[in-house]
C-alpha cells in the first residue's frame, strides 16, 4: 500500500525520481567527467588564471571553475569589435570581447546561489546540446565551443555533469554578458 501511495504522490506531483545509481558507476561517471574537462580544456576559461614567473597562465586552484571573479576588461572601442579584427581577453582570461558584445565564463561550480548547484542533469544537457543557458535562457556566447560539445554523446556529457557536480561549490557572482549595441 506504501508503494502505491508513494507512486501516486510522484505521478500527482509530477516529480522525476531516479533510482539510486550505484556508487562505482558514480565515480567512473566523476573521473570520465574529470577526464573530459581536463581534454576540452574546460579551466582555459572557466578558471581565474594564475601566472609563472615565466608569465605562463595555470589555472587558480581555489577558484577553479569558478568563472570570471569581476577583474577588468581594458577599455573596449566597439569599432575594434567588427568582425575579422583582434578580440580582447581579460587579464585573469575569464572575459571577451568580440563582435558579439561581451561576455564573461560562468561559474560552474555546484554553488548553488552563483554556479550550478540547482541545475539538473537535464537542464545541462539541454543548455549544451542548444546553446542556451539553463536549456532555454539567453544564447551561450563565444568563445564557449558549445557547437562542436553538443555532438558529445549523453553519457559524456552525463559524465562531464557529474564530475562538475562533484567539485567544491565556490560562491562567485559573475556578471551578465554584453551586448554589442549595448557598447555603443
Not at 169 to 176: D, E, Q, S, Y
Amino acid at each position: 500500500m506504501r508503494a502505491v501511495l508513494v507512486a501516486a504522490v510522484i505521478v500527482v506531483c509530477g516529480v522525476a525520481i531516479h533510482a539510486a545509481e550505484d556508487p562505482a558507476t558514480t565515480e567512473k561517471r566523476v573521473q570520465r567527467g574529470k577526464y573530459l574537462a581536463d581534454t576540452m580544456g574546460c579551466q582555459d576559461c572557466h578558471s581565474p588564471k594564475i601566472f609563472s614567473p615565466e608569465g605562463i597562465p595555470h589555472p587558480d586552484e581555489s577558484k577553479a571553475y569558478s568563472g570570471h571573479p569581476g577583474s577588468k576588461l581594458p577599455a573596449v572601442d566597439p569599432k575594434s569589435l567588427a568582425p575579422g579584427n583582434w578580440y580582447l581577453m581579460s587579464p585573469d582570461l575569464t572575459a571577451y570581447a568580440g563582435p558579439w558584445g561581451i561576455s564573461y565564463a560562468v561559474n560552474i561550480t555546484p554553488d548553488e546561489q552563483t554556479g550550478i548547484g540547482l541545475w539538473t542533469e537535464e537542464i545541462f544537457l539541454q543548455a549544451i546540446r542548444t546553446g542556451k543557458h539553463m536549456g532555454n535562457g539567453r544564447p551561450i556566447l563565444p568563445p564557449m565551443p558549445w557547437p562542436y560539445y553538443r555532438n558529445l554523446s549523453d553519457e559524456d556529457l552525463k559524465s562531464l555533469f557529474a564530475y562538475l557536480k562533484s567539485l567544491p561549490p565556490v560562491k562567485n557572482a559573475v556578471p551578465a554578458p554584453v551586448a554589442a549595441a549595448d557598447l555603443q
